[in-house]
Each structure stands twice: as C-alpha cells, then as structure tokens.
C-alpha cells in the first residue's frame, strides 16, 4: 500500500515547484521594469544630454589672396623622334672600328666610327687624275690646230671670216666636254675616297651595330642603327581641357621627373588633332641639357599661367560640386567657387569671403545655417593659404 501512495503525494509537490520557478521569473521582469523606469535613472540621463555640446567641431584655415600659378600634371614617357639607319655609301672591307661604335656607345658629330680599305679608292683617283690630264691634253691640242688652221686661211683668204670646221671648232668643244666629263669622275673618285671614313653630322648613340673588323660592307646595306641626342623628346597625354588652360602650350616650362632625377624642359610642340580613341592630345617636350634615358616612365609637371587675386586651396578644402564650407557667425556657409587650375600643393579658386575660415574636411550632415564650433587651428591658415 505504501509504494501505491507515493505517486499520489510527489505529483503536487512537483507542480507547486513549477509555479513558484514561473513567479520568481515574472517577478524579475517586473524588477527590472520598474527600475528602467525609475525618476532617478531618467534625470541622470537628461543631465548627461544636456551637459554635451551639440555643435561639431571643424578645422578652419585663412586662405591668402596672391598670385598663384597653374601647374597640369601628366604621365609621359621618353622617347626617340626618329633613329637612323648606318649604312656605307661605298663597298669595301672595314679595316678599323672605333670604340665608339657599339650598343650603347656615344658619339660626336664627324667623328670617325670605322674606316673601309682605301687601296681601291686611291687608285680610282690616280686613274680619274690621269682621265683628266689626258683630257686636256687632247683639248690642247685641238686648240693648237684650230690656231695652225686659222692662219693657213687668213693667208689664203685674207680679210675673209674663218668657217667653223676649218678654225675647229667643234673638235674644241668635244675636247672641252671630255675634260669637263674626266674632272667629274675625278671628284667622284675623291668623294668615294673621303666616304671611306664613316662618320655622322650630329652627336649621338648607337643602339644596334653589326661591323666588325675584315667585314665586307656594301654600299646601301644597312648594318646598324643610331640615334641623334637632341631627337629625344617626352611625349605626354593631356587632356583638352587642360591644354585649353595651358593655351598657348607651346614654349611652356615644365619639369621631367625620372624616379631619381628631375629634369627642366620646354613644350616644343603639341599633336594636331585629338586620339581618336582617349580624346586626349600629345605634347612634346624637348629636355634642357642632359636628357633621360629613352624609354623610361616620366611624370611631367607643366607650368601655366599666373592667376592674380586667387586663393590656393587644399584638397581637403574640396566638397561636392566645386563648393567649400565656410564659418561665418559659427554658422555654415556653403560658396561655390569653380577650380581655374590645380597645383601640387593645392587647387586655384577666385578669391572670395572666407569669413571666420574655410572648413578642411568632411562635415557629416552639414547643411547651410548649421551651427558649428571652431577646433583650435593656429597657424594652418597661413601654411595652407600662402601662394
């Protein structure tokens, strides 16, 4: 009878323990209710609400009204106008190679680069010296008779003009046109004998050579390649709007600058249309003493004109459509002032009411009237606004 009971008794005991886990857990709840929304928790937060300052802080700087000159920037590369072709105007076999007459080697203008056996051209000449001395030999001698033939008319025919087969005259003339025909060969001989020194008329470099000594080179027959020192140039894209502000480009200064040295140049020329593709144009610049290596990677700053009374400011100046936040009376001010140029330290803009200050950076939220406080910025309107 007692292991029947005692189902009995556990199943209330059971269900009392249940309802009382449920009552302290509504019980908590409520606790916590009230205590969230108790008068002193409320005050507590008011008081820290109404301790905080609500306006933002902003940095301000004073711009300076000055000169200040448009600079553009570009990605160039330096490169080679034309390079020419070495090629003999003679045949012969090369007997001597100057040191400077290899990949990579410089050179002066008429220096000597190789030399071609000059046996064949000597010996041209000789041969073109005694065609001209045996032209005028033979015009000699037609002269003597001419003269002979004369006189025998004179004193058979006295007082009469002589005829022209009789004084020979055409003889002389023939005799004439072979000497003048031998001297001709002669200075080709003489200039083929010169041609044996190859040189060329400018300083430059080789950049490919095949001659090498005992080698046979034929006249017209490339065997290298050069290129003249001042056919080096930068060619640089700019965009149409920036060679609109550059206008006129041409002889404008500007820097090269390779990724160890700087070198000034001069706009020489700009391309005549557009590409077709990027809708940019080309300049050319011309370096100013020593020049880059062709090939090489160059950024290009070109110098523009002088704005007078503008105001040079720093990209973090720069808000949305070409406007800047200005402080007047702690209050946001929105002005709109459309770039004129851009520079490495900063943007050109007409000068205008800077108020209290220009604002750098992003206000989040700003809107015109918003009142705002001033961090403390001493000296950096100086530093960013001076030309």
Do not use: C
């Amino acid at each position: 009878m007692s292991d029947l009971g005692e189902p009995a008794s556990g199943k209330p005991k059971r269900r009392w323990v249940g309802t009382t886990q449920v009552v302290v857990v509504i019980a908590l709840v409520l606790l916590a209710l009230l205590y969230a929304r108790a008068p002193g928790n409320s005050d507590t937060a008011l008081q820290i609400g109404a301790g905080e300052d609500s306006k933002p802080l902003v940095n301000v700087f004073h711009p300076v009204v000055g000169a200040n000159m448009l600079t553009v920037a570009a990605t160039g590369s330096v490169d080679v106008r034309n390079r020419i072709a070495l090629t003999p105007q003679v045949t012969g076999r090369v007997i001597s190679i100057s040191p400077s007459l290899r990949v990579g080697g410089t050179f002066a203008a008429g220096e000597q680069l190789l030399v071609i056996d000059t046996r064949d051209f000597q010996l041209a000449v000789e041969a073109a010296e005694a065609d001209v001395a045996t032209a005028e030999s033979d015009l000699k001698l037609e002269q003597a008779k001419s003269d002979a033939a004369r006189a025998n008319y004179d004193l058979l025919h006295p007082g009469e003009e002589v005829p022209a087969l009789v004084a020979r005259v055409p003889q002389i003339a023939q005799a004439e046109a072979r000497l003048a025909a031998a001297r001709a060969r002669q200075r080709v001989a003489a200039l083929d004998l010169e041609r044996t020194a190859f040189s060329l008329p400018f300083d430059g470099t080789v950049t490919r050579t095949s001659a090498e000594v005992g080698q046979l080179l034929s006249r017209g027959q490339s065997f290298g390649e050069v290129f003249a020192d001042d056919a080096i140039e930068v060619v640089a894209p700019i965009s149409a709007d920036n060679l609109k502000r550059l206008s006129p480009a041409v002889g404008q200064r500007a820097r090269v600058s390779d990724p160890y040295r700087t070198f000034d140049a001069v706009v020489e020329k700009v391309s005549a249309e557009l590409d077709s593709r990027t809708r940019f144009a080309t300049l050319y610049l011309k370096v100013i003493g020593e020049t880059p290596v062709p090939g090489t990677f160059v950024d290009v700053e070109i110098e523009g004109p002088v704005f007078t009374d503008t105001f040079l400011l720093p990209d973090a100046a720069e808000q949305a459509s070409d406007r800047v936040w200005v402080v007047a009376n702690g209050e946001l001010r929105a002005v709109t002032t459309p770039a004129l140029g851009r520079t490495a330290d900063g943007w050109i803009t007409r000068a205008f009411d800077s108020g209290d200050g220009v604002i750098l950076g992003a206000v989040p939220g700003a809107t015109e009237g918003q009142a705002v406080q001033i961090a403390d910025a001493t000296g950096l309107g100086a530093r960013a606004g001076a030309p």
